[in-house]
């Protein structure tokens, strides 16, 4: 009875030291299948089918969540449906897998300035110029993506607000 506390304490040590060692493979011990789901949807991506890719990515990550390609897939298919604040934590969500990953660092800045936030997005682009000592195409495009300035959304009809209407009391 006075050893039930220590051995509990000592077999969550043991339980948790050895998940983590489970759960930090590098992406070359990735599961084929997860790998096999991630090509699926960076195929219907390229077709134009989000839905589809979304569907094969998530489960790319369902098999494997250390898969991070899958992860910056899954954030460029946001992208592309307009969604960038789930594309900022889906990039960020590849970053926590590899800090250094220069496509979903620019990636993550880019989703910033498609957001409107500029001056954040000048702090990722400072980031990815440390990590990237030469000529790196991703950080090519977050500084264009910088210079260019968040899209300029234009107003509809549905988007004004209406004036308010004189109450039948009143006169004109």
Known sequence: ?????????L???LTTVS??????RPDSQ?????????KAGEAARRAGNLSGATDALESALA????????????????????LQGKAIR???????????????????????????????AK???????????ADCAPVTRLSAAIQKGPPVVALTA???IPAPKSSPTETP
């Not at 998940?19 to 930090?24: E, V």
């Not at 990735?30 to 991630?38: G, L, M, R, V």
């Not at 897998?97 to 500029?118: F, N, R, W, Y």
């Not at 702090?123 to 000592?133: D, H, R, Y």
């Open 63 to 82: 098999l494997d969540p250390r898969n991070r390609a899958a992860f910056v897939e899954l954030a460029e298919v946001a992208r592309a449906q307009g």
């Open 19 to 24: 998940s983590m060692g489970l759960s930090q």
């Open 158 to 160: 549905k988007d004004t």
């Open 11 to 13: 077999a969550a040590v």
């Open 90 to 120: 889906l990039y960020k969500e590849a970053l926590l897998l590899d800090p250094t990953d220069i496509v979903a660092l620019s990636g993550q800045g880019e989703a910033m300035v498609e957001k409107g936030a500029v001056a954040r």
């Open 30 to 38: 990735i599961s084929p299948q997860s790998i096999e789901w991630q």
């Open 123 to 133: 702090e990722v682009l400072a980031e990815a110029q440390k990590l990237c000592k």
């Open 1 to 9: 009875m006075r050893f039930t506390p220590a051995s509990i304490a």
